[in-house]
């Protein structure tokens, strides 16, 4: 059974461009959450998506958003990017939705923004 | 605000020595806490804990849950090599309905 797949795996970008982040959950999850890891920050939810829909959003500005497809297969996009914004972008997949505990856990997206 | 605060937030052992690691949250509407170990980049299931005294058992690995206290430990005995990571205490709020990560404790286990 695949894990998560999370493309690009490393990307570089510059200030003011934006980025597009896809996940690919494990067959038959419906849930897909993003997190922001940082080192000062740490692990820090983003968004949840379960059945197409968005079910829950964190704190961030509205520069960062996200989608999920009819197969599951979610997308995050990131606009007017900040220096702020360099991290490691996990995603996690789980069959009834983030609350209901274990998570599958991608390798995540680096982000570098210069 | 909720919050979840981890401790140490690092510590360096020797093999085959037990350690402790601890987790302590403020969350309005506690629904569960959960473990995670993060080694490189994807972070990998340990335990989901809901109900107070309940040790939860896998190997050298245990935890448990204080929903008086509003802490969990988790315990890692005969440690290896292999155990060194980052350890991930994460707790679930029904009434915000996201995951709160602490900061992580990140274990060093030498030869």
């Known amino acids: 059974k695949a894990g998560v797949t999370q493309t690009p795996r490393y990307l570089i970008k510059t200030r003011g461009q934006q980025v597009t982040l896809s996940c690919s959950p494990i067959?038959?999850?419906?849930?897909v959450s993003w997190y922001q890891q940082t080192p000062g920050q740490g692990l820090q939810f983003l968004f949840e998506?379960?059945?197409?829909?968005?079910?829950n959003k964190g704190n961030f500005p509205g520069r960062f958003s996200g989608r999920q497809f009819s197969n599951s297969r979610s997308e995050m996009n990131v606009s007017t990017l900040e220096l702020g914004d360099s991290a490691l972008y996990l995603c996690?997949?789980?069959?009834?939705?983030?609350?209901?505990?274990?998570?599958?856990f991608g390798e995540g997206s680096r982000l570098t923004v210069l | 605000e909720d919050k979840v605060v981890q401790s140490p937030l690092s510590l360096v052992v020797h093999e085959g020595d037990t350690v402790t690691l601890n987790c302590s949250y403020e969350?309005?509407?506690?629904?569960?806490l959960l473990w995670y170990k993060q080694e490189k980049k994807a972070p990998t299931f340990l335990f989901m804990l809901t109900s107070s005294g309940i040790e939860k058992k896998s190997g050298r690995l245990s935890s448990i849950l204080d929903k008086k206290e509003l802490f969990s430990i988790l315990n890692i005995t005969a440690t290896q090599t292999g155990d060194s990571a980052v350890y991930l205490c994460a707790v679930y709020s029904s009434n915000t309905g996201k995951l709160i990560f602490g900061q992580g404790t990140t274990l060093q286990v030498k030869p």
């Open positions: 996690a997949s789980s069959y009834r939705g983030a609350n209901t505990g274990e998570l599958f």
């Open positions: 067959s038959g999850h419906r849930s």
């Open positions: 998506y379960f059945s197409e829909t968005q079910r």
């Open positions: 969350v309005t509407n506690f629904r569960s």
